[in-house]
């Protein structure tokens, strides 16, 4: 759908620095509660509110007034978020990633040496940039699990930076560019001090522009969880980060992701995830067991083969455990979004975290509908006609009001 525009104001928002040529450089988009098509089940719900149950954010970086964090049309429904009854969730998350229309974006690639905390360790990541003025804004998109930057969430937030005349960069995460990184380790849900270095390198290419974070998913995680860790050092850095899809809870999030029908989505990850991880045994020999990676078929079992003992961690419990965001969010001093749909199969309700586990300069989103990373719209509410522009107009909805 095409967002109504809403004059800035002094009681809305503030100017945008963005393109003159653009309308969404002088205007804000209008805040407009995520509606799922009914053709994908979306529709009231038991304990809606006034026919539409949504959460709104009053893009001021607060909650969305309730005093809970929580949607307006809370219930206990939110306990069957992930399971097999939760048809709307996967529909929302499936047909999105299926079909959601892909605007083409004009990408230069630069290869980075990646140096955390400052020292070189001898491996890269390939960024992808939108290039532009490098007085405008920037927006950093970091992906998800086994994304990059042709995954059509970033695909669709370059199209609006680049409506505003902004540039726009998707760093990829270690192996996710099409070429295999040099390092044992690859990346992971809670690498801080790479989304840490990744930022400060992209805020000194352009110091005195700001500096706007999307990130999806598993990089949403890394990214909150580096908000809390850096408090208020990182305000230094970004001006606003928003976390769509993030799965804060780690543990609740595996947990869910065996269970039913849920269990496809690791089946899906993992058949790219072990091809890779076997790859890198092939390139350092005897670096974990292939045996017990082939043979995983689920995230835990793979994490507690691969992942956790690549990154540093004890065990799949210890890795979920210490990567989590969740716990870090009442240290968050930069502006934050966390956009999370209450039906996300990846992720259940009940582990959302509430107001008061938050900092103040949290804004919680937790739509009725959405799956994961799906927001998809039907204007039309012909059934499978729309596109998935909801979710990066709410994005820019709140950048706006953080100026």
């Given at each position: 759908?095409?967002?109504?525009?809403?004059?800035?104001?002094?009681?809305?928002?503030?100017?945008?620095?963005?393109?003159?040529?653009?309308?969404?450089?002088?205007?804000?988009?209008?805040?407009?509660p995520?509606?799922?098509?009914?053709?994908?089940?979306?529709?009231?719900?038991?304990?809606?509110?006034?026919?539409?149950?949504?959460?709104?954010?009053?893009?001021?970086?607060?909650?969305?007034?309730n005093?809970?964090?929580?949607?307006?049309?809370?219930?206990?429904?939110?306990?069957?978020?992930?399971?097999?009854?939760?048809?709307?969730?996967?529909?929302?998350?499936?047909?999105?990633?299926?079909?959601?229309?892909?605007?083409?974006?004009?990408?230069?690639?630069?290869?980075?040496?990646?140096?955390?905390?400052?020292?070189?360790?001898?491996?890269?990541?390939?960024?992808?940039?939108?290039?532009g003025?490098?007085?405008?804004?920037?927006?950093?998109?970091?992906h998800?699990l086994?994304?990059n930057?042709?995954?059509?969430?970033?695909?669709?937030?370059?199209?609006?930076?680049?409506q505003?005349?902004?540039?726009?960069?998707?760093?990829?995460?270690?192996?996710?560019?099409?070429?295999?990184?040099?390092?044992?380790?690859?990346?992971?849900?809670?690498?801080?001090?790479?989304?840490?270095?990744?930022?400060?390198?992209?805020?000194?290419?352009?110091?005195?522009?700001?500096?706007?974070?999307?990130?999806?998913?598993?990089?949403?995680?890394?990214?909150?969880?580096?908000?809390?860790?850096?408090?208020?050092?990182?305000?230094?850095?970004?001006?606003?980060?928003?976390?769509?899809?993030?799965?804060?809870?780690?543990?609740a999030?595996?947990?869910?992701?065996?269970?039913?029908?849920?269990?496809?989505?690791?089946?899906?990850?993992?058949?790219?995830?072990?091809?890779?991880?076997?790859?890198?045994?092939?390139?350092?020999p005897?670096?974990?067991?292939?045996?017990?990676?082939?043979?995983?078929?689920?995230?835990?079992?793979?994490?507690?083969?691969?992942?956790?003992p690549?990154?540093?961690?004890?065990?799949?419990?210890?890795?979920?455990?210490?990567?989590?965001?969740?716990?870090?969010?009442?240290?968050?001093?930069?502006?934050?979004?966390?956009?999370?749909?209450?039906?996300?199969?990846?992720?259940?309700?009940?582990?959302?975290?509430?107001?008061?586990?938050?900092?103040?300069?949290?804004?919680?989103?937790?739509?009725?509908?959405?799956?994961?990373?799906?927001?998809?719209?039907?204007?039309?509410?012909?059934?499978?006609?729309?596109?998935?522009?909801?979710?990066?107009?709410?994005?820019?909805?709140?950048?706006?009001?953080?100026?």
């Amino acid at each position: 759908m095409t967002m109504d525009r809403a004059p800035v104001d002094d009681l809305e928002a503030r100017t945008v620095a963005a393109s003159p040529a653009s309308i969404a450089a002088r205007y804000a988009p209008a805040y407009v509660p995520y509606q799922a098509p009914w053709w994908l089940g979306g529709g009231k719900r038991r304990g809606d509110v006034g026919g539409s149950g949504r959460s709104r954010s009053s893009g001021s970086g607060r909650s969305n007034g309730n005093g809970t964090g929580r949607s307006n049309g809370d219930s206990d429904s939110d306990s069957d978020s992930n399971s097999d009854s939760n048809i709307s969730g996967h529909a929302q998350t499936i047909y999105p990633a299926l079909f959601t229309p892909r605007p083409a974006i004009q990408y230069h690639r630069e290869r980075w040496e990646s140096a955390p905390n400052g020292t070189p360790d001898g491996d890269f990541v390939d960024v992808d940039k939108m290039q532009g003025d490098a007085n405008k804004p920037l927006l950093v998109v970091f992906h998800g699990l086994e994304g990059n930057s042709q995954s059509v969430y970033a695909l669709n937030l370059m199209q609006q930076a680049q409506q505003r005349g902004w540039r726009g960069m998707v760093p990829h995460f270690r192996g996710c560019s099409g070429e295999m990184n040099r390092l044992p380790r690859a990346y992971h849900s809670g690498d801080a001090a790479e989304i840490d270095w990744i930022l400060r390198r992209a805020k000194a290419e352009s110091p005195n522009a700001p500096l706007y974070v999307a990130a999806i998913s598993l990089g949403g995680n890394a990214t909150l969880k580096w908000l809390g860790e850096q408090g208020s050092a990182a305000c230094g850095i970004a001006t606003a980060v928003a976390a769509i899809s993030a799965p804060l809870d780690l543990t609740a999030a595996g947990n869910a992701l065996e269970v039913g029908f849920s269990n496809l989505y690791s089946r899906n990850f993992l058949r790219t995830m072990k091809a890779n991880a076997l790859a890198k045994l092939a390139q350092h020999p005897g670096i974990f067991d292939a045996e017990r990676a082939r043979s995983s078929t689920t995230l835990r079992a793979f994490d507690n083969v691969v992942t956790a003992p690549l990154h540093g961690y004890r065990d799949t419990d210890d890795y979920w455990l210490r990567a989590s965001a969740k716990p870090g969010l009442i240290d968050v001093r930069v502006p934050a979004l966390v956009l999370n749909a209450r039906n996300d199969p990846f992720l259940p309700g009940w582990a959302l975290p509430t107001q008061t586990e938050v900092s103040s300069t949290v804004t919680l989103d937790f739509p009725a509908d959405g799956g994961h990373v799906g927001f998809f719209s039907s204007p039309s509410n012909i059934p499978f006609s729309g596109h998935g522009l909801w979710m990066p107009q709410r994005v820019f909805h709140f950048f706006d009001h953080q100026l």
